[in-house]
Structure formats: C-alpha cells, structure tokens
C-alpha cells in the first residue's frame, strides 16, 4: 500500500483514509505500507499532529498482522526530522516495523526483502 502525502493535510484526513484503505476488498492484514513523503514539507507538520497520528493510528493495529512501514524523505534536514518523529510513531504498536528511507527504491527493496524473509 502506498501512501503519498503532499501539501496541507489534518489527521482527520490521514485517519479516514487508512479507514477507507481497511475496508478495500484487496486488502489483507499483513500488507505492509509505504509513506511517500518526498512531496511534503515535513518541517510543516508540527510535532501534535505527530502525536495525535499514533494515538489515532493505534486503535486499527489490533486488525493489522506483522507489517512493514517505510516513509520516504529526500531531504537531509527532513530524514533526520522523521527520524525523530519515529520515536512517536513506535506507540502505534509493536506489530509495525518502522524505518526511514531516503530513496522510493531502497524502500520498495526493503519491504520486499522483509516479506521474502
């Protein structure tokens, strides 16, 4: 599943399109994620929406299997921001793995090498 963020956006939004992402026919719990963030002004997002995101983001885990989710920056300042971000984001729940990627391909290849593994 990718999922591609650019411009403004609430939380709100990101919530009821995971929701919608949920309820697609072609989806299956164990489909890992890939967040495209390589169109988005990262240092933008303040810091309570990060919060706010895990804490909404938490309450579809118990509907998710063991998943992968790469998030994908270009930008040297924003790698390290979302770096950062990841120490909230872990609070999701312990069934994601989370790890951040500066290029889409490294991405892709990771979340490949985990589902072959």
């Known amino acids: 599943m990718v999922i591609k963020l650019s ?4 939380v709100a939004e ?16 164990d489909i890992s994620s890939l967040w495209d963030l390589t169109n988005l002004d990262v240092a933008k997002v303040p810091l309570s929406d990060v919060r706010e995101l895990a804490k909404e983001m938490r309450q579809f ?14 930008r040297p300042s924003e790698y390290h921001l979302v ?3 990841l120490t909230f ?9 989370l790890k951040v990627f500066k290029a889409l391909d490294e991405a892709y ?3 490949e090498e985990k589902k072959a593994a």
């Open 83 to 85: 770096r950062i971000y």
């Open 89 to 97: 984001l872990r609070l999701i729940g312990s069934n994601v793995h």
């Open 14 to 29: 990101l919530v009821r399109g995971y929701e919608a992402a949920l309820r697609d026919p072609k989806f299956h719990p």
């Open 61 to 74: 885990m118990s509907q998710r299997g063991d998943i992968q989710s790469a998030l994908v920056t270009r």
């Open 109 to 111: 290849h990771w979340i």
């Open 7 to 10: 411009g403004d956006f609430s």
